[in-house]
């Protein structure tokens, strides 16, 4: 690979990580090409990509992004394959976990591809550990909505204490009224 294609592959790779704002890195090493061939299947199905890069060339690119990803250089060894998504942070793991489970892996068999690290709104994550979390993580949408809830809730309960005390207090005045047209 010449000096200009590595530059140009560099650049498509800048231009990815800024276009993606998450993206996993993984390890595919050990992967049948068919395996990695039905991943990549499953990936383009679900709007994600998945593509082999050398740990140099993403370094490269990298270090073009804003944010601090040094932490990512523990993960940049061995084969590295990188998984984008435009989604959301957890769609990739979700995806993982999904392609792990169709797998049918035993006790003891280190399912592939992987996770080496992952990037997320400018947090990086490093280690096949933080699978778990990186699956869980609400999207923009879903935070969105929560907040909306429950920012609506306390208002719902005020008006719903309002309503039902001015019940309850026409309740006690009709009552009140009765009582003195009955004595009077």
């Known amino acids: 690979m010449t000096k200009e294609e590595k530059?140009?592959?560099?650049?498509?790779?800048a231009g990815k990580f800024g276009e993606y704002s998450f993206f996993y890195i993984t390890d595919a090493s050990g992967m049948t090409v068919a395996k990695i061939?039905?991943?990549?299947r499953l990936c383009f199905n679900r709007g994600m990509e998945f593509k082999v890069y050398k740990n140099t060339l993403i370094r490269k690119a990298l270090d073009r992004l804003s944010a601090d990803t040094s932490a990512m250089d523990a993960a940049l060894k061995g084969q590295s394959g990188i998984l984008f998504s435009r989604e959301s942070g957890s769609a990739p793991g979700k995806l993982l976990k999904d392609f792990y489970k169709s797998q049918?892996?035993?006790?003891?068999?280190?399912?592939k591809p992987v996770l080496k690290g992952a990037y997320i709104d400018s947090d990086v994550f490093v280690g096949a550990n933080q699978l778990e979390t990186l699956s869980t993580i609400k999207g923009k949408q879903e935070l969105i909505g929560d907040i909306i809830g429950l920012l609506q809730s306390p208002a719902k309960n005020v008006i719903g204490a309002l309503q039902s005390g001015g019940n309850k207090l026409a309740g006690i005045l009709k009552t009140l009224s009765e009582k003195e047209e009955a004595a009077g």
């Open 7 to 13: 530059y140009a592959l560099v650049d498509e790779l």
């Open 37 to 40: 061939n039905e991943f990549r």
């Open 104 to 111: 049918n892996y035993g006790r003891g068999v280190e399912p």
